[in-house]
């Protein structure tokens, strides 16, 4: 049976780019040899990690305007290390979103003054703050642009009179945006990118070198810029498979053409709890995510009727986080239309039998 | 054509999990769902996880030792800072054997004094220092066990009065060694151990805890030990293939059973660069590496002749390091004696022509 994978990351990847990493953990190319045992400083391991960083580029629409790509190791949660290291000298203003938003927040808090410019934690951060200064003598402006946990998405950013730094981890290359606006972009591989092990961050080269700290090579973006993203030894098949998924997404018309999709996949899921009177919608109308569908199932005596019928139906990770509790639907880039058609047509059929 | 990979990392790895780690790219043990489209928190994972740190400890000798075994991101290099952050209080004691020695004094000066017991750097590294002292008042003492890009090995651990720290990158798991002389042994996955993309990371427990530093939430060691190696997304794929090395290296009888197989490579080799006068070695003799065997051809007349050998006979990655010159053989785990004999009767024959 079909599975529909609505986990919420590691997550669903395109079928054609799990065919091809298989293959290439045996023979890459038919070069006698597997991707994971050639050294990364061979020509066709360079090939890759620059056709990964020129892909994430070409995708966002910033090649030529001053920015750099690097496939890190550490998740999304070093970079909230990384940021703070790099760009944080007297005090930055964060937006509080939720749990990523407030970790985001508490690592930075070692180094120096953080200062929340709004947060939604008095409702369990069900939307989204808006209309908030951004003080411009600080040094950069942290927001999260979607809280898995919690189904929100940033929809409108605001124009940042200081870096603006983003994780965009839960919904990078979803949507169309003026990525421009942006002094770093980071986001772990696992969700619309790749498998867990690999963290995509894009970097606008001149915000960078500002501070006063003696940053740890590592943590320097400088060093990772220098030495083309190869510092150390990458993690060879999350990068290699990030790529094929770059590369998949590029074939389908890009970021437009994926947006069009994630659109039809969220009108669908919502209108079906909207609709239908047995579901609840967690988080604000105007601030739901097109990535992750948060709901709760009203009546708790249909619980396990519903989750027997998901599990007949193929669905799997539908499970909500604990601080949110019910069920999230996570609709990354290669989870298919059809895939939210089963997971609705369970749902009305729940309300049929109800 | 059989290739004969001597790279020096990655590098060669057994056939048996490259096939299995492929087949799970597909379809993990017959679920449907590839291995790094499953979440990390399923029981699937959490058992790959806990398999793969039981292993190495067992492997190692230190299962109720007080040890714990984490699967972290960033290489050795992350460990560089790690152990500096987690344990550097006032001084640390570091011996230089090379490159990679260096990098780890270098990242830890910026915490605090770091003292060299004892350097080889006068002589280029060909040799391993013995009988220095280790200051009793210091915090740790570092060494790094197998000095892949000079051919060096340090044969006989000192006892030392503080907790001794080895990155053993590129010789974990080929030798018997008393493992409980160590506070924390490190190793990259990408030579004895996986794919390039995790670290390995052994710790006593009762050495953390003495800094008085706040440690980022990353570079902590013991929240790593408190959440199971799970504090953020693992890199999946990597943890997995490490754990298939693992249970491959426990089948074929152990680290003792490879430890053989290792220094009958090793004498082959070296024997042939002592016995044949157009080859030198690089390294002292008692301080030669079973893993990496560094060696010079004497007649530069001939290099071309003996690389085109080598390509004709299928071997790849014999190329010095630049600071070495020359060439190297990298004998990991997973490269068989056949690859070995291979690489010297071409070795021999160029002898026999000149």
């Given at each position: 049976m079909k599975k529909h994978n609505f986990s919420a990351g590691p997550c669903v990847l395109p079928q054609e780019v799990l065919q091809k990493a298989s293959q290439a953990v045996l023979d890459l190319d038919h070069s006698g040899l597997s991707l994971i045992e050639i050294s990364h400083r061979s020509k066709a391991f360079v090939d890759i990690m620059e056709k990964a960083r020129a892909l994430a580029l070409e995708l966002l629409g910033l090649e030529g305007k001053g920015y750099k790509a690097l496939f890190l190791?550490?998740?999304?949660?070093?970079?909230?290390?990384?940021?703070?290291l790099n760009l944080l000298e007297k005090r930055a203003g964060y937006l509080n979103t939720g749990t990523w938003a407030n970790k985001a927040i508490n690592e930075a808090k070692i180094y120096d003054d953080i200062y929340e410019v709004a947060s939604s934690k008095e409702a369990n951060y069900n939307y989204i703050p808006k209309g908030y200064d951004i003080p411009e003598e600080y040094d950069y402006f942290h927001c999260t642009s979607n809280n898995t946990i919690f189904g929100t998405q940033i929809k409108a950013f605001p124009d940042s009179p200081i870096p603006m730094v983003c994780d965009m981890s839960s919904d990078i290359f979803s949507r169309t945006l003026d990525f421009s606006k942006f002094g770093i972009i980071y986001a772990g591989a696992q969700k619309n990118m790749g498998p867990a092990g690999t963290t995509l961050v894009v970097v606008k080269e001149d915000i960078l070198g500002k501070v006063s700290r003696k940053i740890p090579s590592m943590m320097d973006y400088k060093k990772h810029i220098g030495s083309g993203s190869m510092f150390n030894t990458p993690p060879v098949f999350a990068v290699y498979t990030s790529m094929l998924t770059l590369e998949w997404l590029k074939n389908l018309g890009g970021i437009a053409a994926?947006?069009?999709?994630?659109?039809?996949?969220?009108?669908?899921?919502?209108?079906?709890?909207?609709?239908?009177?047995?579901?609840?919608?967690?988080?604000?109308?105007?601030?739901?995510?097109?990535?992750n569908a948060t709901f709760t199932l009203e009546n708790e005596n249909l619980k396990e009727t519903f989750e027997t019928m998901l599990?007949?139906?193929?669905?799997?990770?539908?499970?909500?986080?604990?601080?949110?509790?019910?069920?999230?639907?996570?609709?990354?880039?290669?989870?298919?239309?059809?895939?939210?058609?089963?997971?609705?047509?369970?749902?009305?059929?729940?309300?049929?039998?109800?």
């Open positions: 190791q550490g998740g999304a949660s070093t970079q909230f290390l990384m940021v703070a994926i947006e069009e999709e994630n659109e039809k996949k969220a009108r669908l899921i919502y209108s079906e709890i909207d609709l239908n009177p047995l579901f609840k919608g967690f988080a604000v109308k105007e601030d739901r995510s097109i990535m599990k007949e139906a193929g669905i799997n990770g539908l499970n909500g986080h604990r601080s949110v509790g019910g069920y999230r639907a996570s609709m990354y880039n290669a989870l298919s239309l059809d895939s939210v058609k089963v997971l609705v047509e369970v749902m009305s059929e729940l309300e049929s039998k109800a």
